[in-house]
């Protein structure tokens, strides 16, 4: 019984934060004269007007999915992978290493697609574990060896589209020369969505959740996560343990990074990573690090990317919109989380 | 290069580094309360945009700047009742307000972008500028430019000075000991909290009327400027002098590369573009390293006079944060 309203009162609480967030973006909205009720409906029409939008949202969930799955992982370690976005890039940058190198050999296409996918994530779990060993040699805090190794693969990324990889004649934003289509990952008809993706990141789902929930190893990852001494003591191996949790959330991004250039993007283009890590830490904050939530949250948030690409078309407005209103929701139920707790004493 | 020049570009650094100087201060002085305020850099650019936006819309440059500074004060509001109040993580509160900021500043400002605005000149001071090297340095300056100098004595003679300094030393470090002896430990971190954030608030505004004047969105060019700033209070070992010659270094080196640019096209302009990041993570590793467990272990096999030496060395660089930084406190 108490159980039961402890979770009713947990759901009211996060409504109201939900409300407040809508509250919030409402508020902006007003304040520049524009009409929030217009806004909301377009971003709503943006992602389910049609079947090529819908099909854009589930591109979208993709690598929102997979990177958020990384990020519980050391989430639950106790570390802040702010390094995901640099680590997404160097996914895409291995991918693409590795298909124009096979470019014109007899090598097959598929063969090539797949070794392409495996360096994009070893690309990206070495980016990771870098973070990692800078941490637990080096005492930098990964918030900041993450962030400047973001820095970096930015900057490898385009310089690479700039130097060695340009277009031939013309090198420009735009990205690499595209790969002839046998390199692609085969779409849903002529939707940019491919079945593959969505197989490969609902079998990440399925591998987190139960490496979290279920193994001895997600347990004493989470005792890790709650406090290092203690898990010290009781034998558990720490610095092994927090490497580990980079590296596998390194491959889930560059899971993530590789897909974006065999199935989203076919070339390599300088905004790579698009956000999307950024985006999968306040995910997982906002469903406090349960995995069972992953997958629709994911989907809202990619909805509301790709609907407000409607925005700027239709009312001039810039589509950053999306972001705060993401941004609010998360801060706006953790604050009213905070609120809860005193409110009720304890947790 | 001639002299002149060089003086020149040096007056610059001390101008380009006076933002940095101001939001650096104004973390440490949060930070020394034991709370972080990571929502630097989304701060700093939504500071920016609405400092701009206000000195355009009533072209005033003073008005501007405390728009700047009051958007940061409340940003910082919003961390320290999250994280005092509520409780709740300081740095996820802080990480969403970073990334929320950056977005609100992109999306409000979306139509002031490219317009014309007020710009904050040098105030010459007379007598002071003539003496030679000295007066072109630091006293033909903007007014902003000798508030950061001024600003970064005072706040070093507060903290290390005043007993209201000492207290805040003792609210950072041993916040029970301190309470013990009358601090309102909570009243005080809500107090350098919000005087912290409005500090960083000042240095939006400094950029887009001053050292990069105008409102671009997103290539204003002030995205990581905050992180920077973070990791320079880091680097400075939570010390206003130290801190205040790491941002002067780093706009030191930002010039540098400027300067490189032109004469070694050799190298790409965008790796002298990211250089301060990887310069930020080898600057950290540096006074992070003496902290390290295997650094001890491994001093420990060094012959005596040696090992004397290289930890006297070790013990120069390290920097330790404030105790209790990034803890709450609970009254038992």
Known sequence: MKQARTRSLSILFQLGGLILAFGFVTLILLSIDANPAEAFRLIWQGAVGNSTRIASVFVVWVPLVLVTCGVLVTFTAGLWNIGIEGQITLGAIFTTG???????????????????????????????????????????????????????????????????WSRPGVASMSGTEPFPEAYWLPTFQNFRFSWYSIALTVVGLVVIYFLLQ??????????????????????????????????????????????????????????ISSGYGFMGLMIGMLINYQAIWVAPIALFFAALNIGGIQLPIVMKLDSTLTGVLQGSLVLFILLMQGVKQRVLGNK | MSGDIILLGLAGVIASGAPIVLAAIGETLTERAGVINLSLNGTIILSAMMGFWVAVEFDSLLLGFFAGAL??????????????????????????????????????????????????????????????????????????????????????????????????????????????????????RYFYTILGGALVGLAGPLYTLSVKPGWKGTITGLDGIGWIALAITIFGGW?????????????????????????????????????????????????????????????????????????KLIRSLRSQPPAALGTPFERQ
């Not at chain 2, 300067?259 to 590793?285: E, K, R």
Request: aromatic residues 12%.
């Open chain 1, 98 to 164: 590795v298909i124009r190198l096979f470019l014109d050999t007899p090598v097959h296409p598929v063969l090539v697609i797949v070794l392409s996918i495996l360096a994009g994530m070893v690309g990206a779990a070495i980016w990771a574990v870098l973070a990692g060993l800078l941490k637990v040699f080096g005492g930098v805090n990964e918030i900041f060896g993450g962030l400047g190794l973001n820095f970096i693969a930015t900057a490898l990324n385009i310089g690479l589209i700039f130097g060695a």
């Open chain 1, 214 to 271: 279920g193994t001895h190893f997600g347990l004493r990852l989470k005792a890790v996560g709650k406090g290092i001494k203690s898990a010290f003591r009781l034998g558990i191996p720490t610095w092994q343990h927090m490497l580990l949790s980079f590296l596998i959330c390194g491959l889930f991004a560059g899971l993530a990074g590789a897909l974006q250039v065999v199935a989203v993007y076919h070339r390599l283009i300088p905004a």
């Open chain 2, 71 to 188: 958007v940061g004060a409340l940003v910082a509001a919003i961390v320290a009742f999250s994280s005092i109040t509520l409780k709740q993580s300081q740095v996820a509160v802080g990480f969403i307000l970073t990334i929320t900021c950056r977005d609100l500043a992109y999306f409000l400002g979306n139509p002031i972008m490219g317009r014309q605005g007020p710009i904050m000149f040098s105030t010459p001071i007379p007598l002071l500028r003539q003496i030679p090297i000295i007066g072109p340095l630091f006293f033909q300056q903007s007014l902003m430019t000798y508030f950061s100098m001024i600003l970064i004595f005072l706040a070093w003679f507060w903290i290390s000075k005043t007993r209201p300094g000492l207290m805040l030393q003792g609210i950072g470090e041993k916040p029970a000991a301190a309470f013990v002896r009358g601090a309102n430990v909570q009243a005080m």
């Open chain 2, 239 to 311: 010390n206003p002098i130290r801190v205040a010659f790491g941002a002067y270094l780093f706009a030191f080196l930002q010039w540098l590369g400027l300067v490189l640019q032109s004469s070694w096209t050799f190298i790409p302009s965008q790796v002298l573009q990211v250089a301060p990041f990887p310069l930020m993570i080898l600057t950290l590793l540096l006074v992070n390293l003496g902290n390290t467990e295997w650094m001890d272990r491994l001093l420990a096999t060094l012959p005596d006079g040696v090992r004397i030496r290289v930890k």
